[in-house]
């Protein structure tokens, strides 16, 4: 809900230890709000998330991440003043030093782009380059889930195959659930799909199968 305006009606998904899933629907389906839910951000008035075993609905948002969820909203709220360097040591406050698979300085050299701005304001990158630094971020807390919020709003064609490419490569090792608006990068970066239309999941399938079924794609996702 936002106030009593209640903005999911019915939405059950299910992602398993290593799977890559995305959340499809047009503007104003429920997808950003779902992430929240999850999240600790918009907590559910009823029914339950349940993380490696765990109910967490009711946690606050930093105790969410403490277990190992990372999330990326969409706006990716870089913090101003704060260099590139700053911008990944802050997540890392209060983290275990002895769980740190990623690092500030593995980061930095991971991502050349980020590197070769280690020293700059964040808030003065561009679009994809901040989109980059709020996905490492992320990574400094150790997720072992990742939820992406509309990773390629207002990037550039190049940027977008980058973050695509950033995707396949976590996925390796991490667990990941993300919403966007292109129906071709969903499905080709992820498993599975859901489909929200007004709250709801109205439809689940591979994405092999939701390739193949333009019916679907045109009842649920066609903007004309």
């Not at 349940?50 to 109910?55: Q, S």
């Not at 946690?59 to 911008?87: C, K, M, S």
């Not at 701005?117 to 996905?135: C, F």
């Not at 489909?195 to 004309?224: M, P, Y």
Request: net charge negative.
């Amino acid at each position: 809900f936002y106030g009593e305006s209640q903005a999911l009606q019915g939405v059950s998904l299910q992602l398993e230890a290593g799977e890559t899933v995305c959340i499809l629907g047009r503007n104003g389906a429920g997808k950003s709000t779902t992430l929240k839910s999850i999240m600790g951000l918009t907590p559910p008035r009823s029914g339950e998330v349940v993380y490696e075993g765990k109910p967490v609905q009711g946690w606050p948002a930093h105790r969410i991440a403490r277990a190992g969820i990372g999330y990326v909203p969409e706006d990716r709220r870089i913090f101003p003043g704060l260099t590139v360097r700053d911008n990944l040591d802050v997540a890392s406050y209060q983290r275990k030093a002895n769980s740190a698979h990623w690092t500030v300085d593995g980061l930095l050299k991971k991502y050349e782009m980020l590197g070769e701005r280690a020293d700059q304001d964040g808030a003065t990158l561009s679009g994809g380059q901040q989109q980059m630094l709020a996905v490492a971020r992320s990574l400094m807390i150790q997720p072992r889930l990742l939820l992406l919020d509309e990773p390629n709003e207002g990037l550039a064609p190049v940027i977008v195959q980058q973050i695509g490419e950033l995707i396949d490569d976590l996925s390796r090792t991490t667990t990941i659930l993300f919403t966007d608006q292109s129906v071709r990068f969903a499905l080709k970066h992820a498993q599975r799909a859901y489909i929200l239309e007004k709250g709801q999941v109205v439809h689940e399938a591979t994405s092999d199968e939701l390739r193949a079924d333009q019916a679907t794609q045109d009842r649920f996702l066609s903007v004309a």
